[in-house]
């Protein structure tokens, strides 16, 4: 099985390369927590999908970390990696957004494959329950599944946030997931940016989420075709439109072309969207590590 991570995000609201950013004393990254429960639920195989520009920083940190325990491979996320027949809009920075990322990467994915993000930091509980389904899937599988997170817990007090939003049958079967761009904390609940550009409630209890996908090789063909209506879409001309993986894996089960078990999870989620977040974050960890779940070294 491969872990494919998302890491090719520009990183704006952070105000630098949060990926490779320190969070313990030691020197680890959140990334490494996520590769450590990853190897420790039964994933050989690592694809970091970056900036080729950031090769070397990743190479000479985190992936000269975990070489000896895990096979490491790199992905580039490039704005002119499109379809045949498109071109990028000039003036156009921002990558693709998330399913062009994993598009990115399919050469080198050949197996059944978790998705995460690089800045945050899942719980072993998540790795594990993606293992166990993903084992049981052929590649040709549509039998998708997705790890949901409760909002309240996934929320900053340091800005907004952007998630995707989940309802779930009786069964735990996603019936439909929305990308909320800009969610912000009420209380013990949320608001979100609705499409008037009005701030609506939500409830904190909802399931969303954190991109934490687990797919088969299956889903690359349909997100070729996906990104190929998004491109020719009005949407696709904006500046800074981005094909979503959550909408894309919506789009795909509406029509009735997979399905996906969402299952629930009781690890804690930390993550680091604003530098502000940074300190909570490195708190949480370091006390992990000091009931004794993670070793103080985590790669010795």
Same mark, same amino acid.
């Given at each position: 099985m491969t872990l494919v991570i998302l890491a090719a995000g520009m990183g704006s609201r952070y105000g630098g390369l949060k990926q490779i950013d320190p969070i313990t004393d030691g020197g680890e990254f959140i990334i490494d927590f996520s590769i450590f429960d990853a190897v420790k639920a039964g994933f050989d195989k690592v694809v970091f999908i970056i900036k080729e520009e950031n090769y070397d920083a990743f190479r000479e940190t985190v992936g000269a970390r975990v070489e000896p325990y895990i096979k490491v491979e790199y992905a580039f996320q490039s704005l002119d990696k499109i379809p045949e027949g498109f071109s990028v809009p000039e003036g156009r920075e921002k990558p693709w957004g998330t399913s062009h990322a994993l598009l990115c990467a399919e050469e080198f994915v050949k197996d059944n494959f978790a998705v995460i993000n690089a800045d945050d930091f899942y719980g072993r509980d998540a790795f594990l329950k993606l293992a166990a389904h993903l084992k049981g899937l052929d590649k040709t599988s549509n039998d %998708?599944?997705?790890? #949901?997170y409760v909002l309240r817990n996934t929320l900053t007090e340091n800005g907004t946030v952007s998630r995707g939003r989940c309802v779930t049958d009786d069964c735990g079967m996603l019936s439909s997931i929305t990308e909320l761009t800009k969610i912000k904390t009420c209380g013990n609940d949320a &608001? %979100? !940016? *609705?499409? *008037? #550009? &009005?701030? &609506? $409630? !939500?409830s904190g209890d909802t399931v969303v989420s954190m991109n934490c996908w687990g797919l088969t090789p299956s889903i690359f063909g349909e997100l070729k075709s996906g990104f190929t209506n998004f491109l020719s879409s009005e949407k696709g001309k904006e500046m800074k439109s981005e094909y979503y993986l959550p909408g894309a894996v919506d789009e795909m089960m509406q029509a009735g072309k997979c399905s996906v078990k969402v299952y629930a +999870? +009781? $690890?804690a989620w930390y993550g680091v969207t604003y530098s502000e977040d940074k300190e909570g974050v490195k708190n $949480? !960890?370091? $006390?992990?590590m000091d009931s004794g779940e993670y070793p103080h070294k985590l790669w010795k």
């Open positions: %998708y599944c997705m790890i #949901g &608001e %979100y !940016l *609705n499409d *008037n #550009g &009005e701030w &609506e $409630a !939500l +999870t +009781t $690890a $949480a !960890l370091r $006390a992990l």
